[in-house]
Every structure is written in structure tokens, then in C-alpha cells.
């Protein structure tokens, strides 16, 4: 692959509740807008039937402003990507949608994404770049998974969660500890002023490089009904605390599967990505981990790390450079894997 392959693509990301749209040019990112859905806020959750109203709404303003950043026309535009999967199919649609028609009105190929796929190759958007091959832990809302990169397009899964992915358990956690919805950075804002040894939560640890999270889940909902009805104001009084401590629970657990795949594998390059990949506690214990056991850590910049399209622009541009282009009858895939 080229990192200097002259080309000009537009891509899309709606898989969940982001709109997003980037320009990239000889393989630099000229613009990446993203509109945020706020209606879900009120729901303690993301309703896909808003998602998807939200995407039609901004996806034309949020595509035009993405163009108007880079300065260029759609008539400049050589190729058209989008998010094809995982996700919720409603939003989807609407991202497939826009680019299909797009690509077919400007004559110029059709990409199709992998979303997961793409926050790994997050990480050639800007140097240090990580060396083939590498480890990737992909953590975000929907998916925890252990991924063994060997090249820009192969990968292979070495494990993954059974249940919950991590930014759920996150998020879930938040709103048992009276937190609006996506809880995530505000457990990890919370938790940078709490201790986080003050309260202990069994961490179920799997055979094997699976990882599951629904029980933390349960044990916090049974401790702090316990606490309550001793003390009502339990978790106002104890909310650092119990964010700290739910958090290293969490990073825990993954950074030990992560050890166990770095020593099964012989390989020390380790790289985060995707939503959680942001939450502060983990970057910082993964530094520490990779200091003590000689890892070459890759934390990407934060405006990669939770939903965006220029991470979807990047894996289009060296999709291209293998003409991996989709054809016109290709359609959202919720469960795509890889
Ligand atoms: O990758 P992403 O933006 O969307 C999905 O593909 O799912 O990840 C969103 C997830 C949410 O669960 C959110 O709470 C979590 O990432 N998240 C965080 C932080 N920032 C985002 N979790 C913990 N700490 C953070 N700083
Ligand atoms: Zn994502």
C-alpha cells in the first residue's frame, strides 16, 4: 500500500448515532465533521427509529460541510465510501444509501467498510504507526474484541466478548450510579477524583481469551441495593469511589486478556481503538503494563478513538488500492464481520 496514492473519496459513517463525513485526499484527511445525536439522551439509551430520523436529517448538511472544509466539489470526488457494518440497520441504511446514489450520479466507485475494521486502521491515519503484525484490542458500545492485525486488510479475532461489550458495561454502570446516557466519560471523569481500590467487584475471568462483562453488571446492581437500604445518599456520597472502582474492574480485565494474548502470540506490539479506547484509566494502566513488559503502545488521538469517518476514509483509501470496490446490488449488513 501507498501512503502516497494520489486519490480524492468522501466517506460516510452512520452506524450508530454519529453522522459523520470526511474527505481524504493522497492519504490525508482534509475534513472530518461529526454531528452528535442528543435525542437520545432523555431515553437513558440510543432508540433506533431517532437514529436513523437523525441521520436523514444530518447527513446531507454534514457531507456538504465535510466538502466545504476541504474545499473541493463533489465533482472532484474519484470514490464514494460508507459504512456497511455492524450496526443498527435503520442507520445504516441511510449512510447506504446516500453513498450509493452519490457514487452512481458521479460514475466513480463504491467502497464498502467494516466499521470494526476501520477503528483498527484509525491508527495509519496519523504516524507512529503500529508494525505488522500487531495486537489490537477493539473496544467500544458494541463490540470487545482481540484482534491479531497482520496487515492493513487481515485480520483475525482471537477472542471476544460472550456478553456485554465493554462501553455497555460502562454505560450500564453509569446509569445504575444515576448517570446520563452515554455514561461512559462521565465514569471516567468521576473516577479521576475517587479512590480506585475503595469497593471490590468480582471480575469474571473466562478460559481462554473470551471476555465477559453482564456480571459486574449484576454485582453493582446488588451492592448498591445493599448499600441503600442502609444509606440513601450511598452513591451521592460515594460516587468517585464507585467510578474509579467499577473502572479498574474494567481495565482490568482487559488489559490482563490482552497480557495473555501478547504471551500466547510473541508479539509486543500492542494497539488500542475504538470508543473505550478514549476512557483515560485504560490508556494509563496500558502504559504502565507496557512499560513493565517492553509493549510498543499505540493509543490513538482522541478525536479517532469514539465514531468518526475519517477512520472509515482511511481503511476506503487502501480498499481501493486492492480495487476492493462494491457493486451496485451491495446493501447494510448489521452483523457484518470479518
Ligand atoms: O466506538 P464508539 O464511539 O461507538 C461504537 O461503535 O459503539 O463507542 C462508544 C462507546 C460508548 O459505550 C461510550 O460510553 C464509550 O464508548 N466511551 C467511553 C469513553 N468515551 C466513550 N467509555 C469509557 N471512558 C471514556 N472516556
Ligand atoms: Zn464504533
Redesign the pocket.
Known sequence: MHRDYPLTLLAIES????TAAAVLQDGLIKANVIANQSVHEAYGGIVPELASRAHQKNIVPVVQQALQQAGLDKADLQAIAFTQGP?LLGSLLVGSSFAKSLAMALQVPLIAVN??QA?ILAHFIEPPFPAFPFLCLT?????TQLVLVNDYLDMKILGQTRDD????A??KS?KMLGLP?????L???YAQQGQSEAFRFPATDLPGLDFSFSGIKTALLYFLKAQEAQNPAFIQENLADLCASV?HTLVQMLLKKLQQASQQTDIREIAI??????????RAQLLVKGQELGWQVYLPKFEY????AAMIAMSAYLQYQHQDFADWGISAAPRLKF
Open positions: 452506524s450508530c448515532d454519529e450496526g466499521h470494526m477503528h473496544v467500544s458500545g458494541g463490540h461489550a465493554v462501553g455497555e460502562f454505560d453509569a446516557y452515554p455514561g461512559g466519560p465514569i471516567d471523569r473502572q481503538a475504538g470508543g473505550v479506547s478514549a476512557n483515560a484509566g485504560l478513538c469514539t465514531d468518526n
